[in-house]
């Protein structure tokens, strides 16, 4: 059942914004809103259009794939909600086609110059918090929306504290509605909310994921997301690589979660965090298996295991997944603030990168202060990674040899 907050009136250009940002948590109805806006746009329905059809359309989100699976094809997608005769996918050429003629064309962040020559009447853009490059992908679809008397777009997404949502925001040309989860409740499947709420309640991550609320950098906080986004970027050839592992205590389902972190070393000597496999709580087995493949695809050189919890239970449990997999063990002598500490000097001065943005890690980092994370919870992902630079960086007895990897 559609909900007051999924409108917005048809444009008035002498008293509205002519652009619409919708913030909200997962499963607010993001996606549903932003289908039935295109449809509306393509077939001149109210409330979204005042009787203009809208005849070319840009699709805009993470991934080509993210397009197609999520805003296209997917349960709350265009193709999904459309009554009558729905538009078909053209996957060679990327776009969705309609009886009328009108054609709604994907993109993907990862490609900005994608976006060079193309021209539109409106645009959508999902998840815009995700995108690779936000701020060239954004900027130029806003060259290309000049077609019609008066171009519009929406955003749709779950806010992060990056630069551009901070941007639009603030932007008078852009109308801001902010949806719940709970609001759609009625539209969720039964105890999703309970679930997540009784696991994320209180903490940043409720407020963020659920509640749709840009949730700024902790100020005592040991990395801050100017730091990661500086971190972000290209690196050197590959030379020492390993697999870090911090497991739960328990395999109950209210356990922590098991850190698992891929950094390597690159030939300029510096750290590069190469992906964040953390597995939630799971068996032992589970977790055991994840690290041994993540070790045998980045022909890695060990896996740290952080033994503290475990002890020699945590080797066997790897070794009965591949008894050859050589596996350091690390011990936590120091709280975790002090250990982090080092790593976080690192990251500013610039001795670690991270290959490819990472989401929950980073929130992880950027919530961490002199307490822990905000709401008590354990700093798995965290935890993992700082084994990984200590052992890259700040342990090291020697400098690795130096590889490619494909």
Not at 45 to 62: K, N, Q, W
Request: hydrophobic share 40%.
């Amino acid at each position: 059942m559609a909900r007051g907050r999924q409108y917005r009136p048809a444009w008035r250009p002498d008293s509205e914004p002519r652009n619409w940002l919708v913030v909200g948590g997962r499963g607010s109805g993001k996606t549903r809103l932003g289908a039935e806006w295109v449809n509306a746009l393509v077939r001149g329905f109210p409330p979204f259009s005042a009787g203009t059809r809208h005849m070319r359309i840009a699709l805009v989100g993470e991934t080509l794939g993210d397009v197609r699976e999520v805003m296209v094809d997917g349960p709350s997608g265009i193709a999904a909600i459309s009554r009558w005769s729905r538009p078909r996918y053209e996957p060679t050429r990327r776009r969705l086609l309609w009886d009328s003629g009108a054609v709604a064309q994907a993109f993907s962040s990862e490609d900005p110059e994608s976006l060079r020559g193309p021209q539109f009447e409106a645009a959508w853009c999902d998840e815009l918090a995700k995108w690779k490059n936000a701020d060239a992908c954004f900027d130029m679809l806003q060259f290309g929306l000049r077609l019609g008397e008066e171009p519009r777009q929406l955003v749709t997404t779950t806010p992060r504290p990056m630069p551009l949502v901070r941007r639009l925001l603030g932007d008078p040309d852009f109308m801001v509605t902010r949806m719940r989860t709970e609001e759609n409740a009625d539209n969720l499947a039964e105890g999703f909310l309970a679930a997540v709420r009784a696991r994320y309640a209180g903490t940043r991550r409720a407020r963020q994921e659920l509640d749709g609320e840009l949730i700024e950098d902790r100020p005592d906080a040991l990395w801050n997301r100017a730091m990661l986004e500086a971190a972000t970027g290209a690196h050197g050839a590959l030379g020492r690589i390993v697999v870090a592992v911090d497991p739960p205590a328990t395999a109950r389902r209210t356990s922590d979660a098991c850190g698992i972190v891929v950094a390597g070393l690159d030939d300029t000597d510096r750290a590069v965090v190469l992906e964040d496999a953390t597995l939630a709580a799971a068996r032992p087995q589970d977790w055991a298996a994840r690290a041994v493949a993540l070790y045998r695809r980045y022909e890695a050189d060990c896996i740290v295991a952080e033994v503290n919890q475990g002890g020699d239970m945590v080797a066997a449990v790897l070794r009965t997944v591949d008894p050859a997999v050589p596996v350091k063990e690390v011990r936590a002598s120091r709280g975790k603030w002090l250990r982090a500490e080092p790593v976080a000097a690192l990251y500013a001065q610039g001795r670690v990168v991270h290959a490819a943005r990472l989401p929950e890690l980073e929130d992880e980092m950027c919530d961490f202060g002199p307490d822990g994370l905000s709401g008590g919870r354990s700093p798995d992902r965290m935890d993992a990674l700082v084994w990984a630079i200590h052992d890259l960086l700040l342990g090291r007895a020697m400098r690795p040899r130096i590889r490619n990897l494909s």
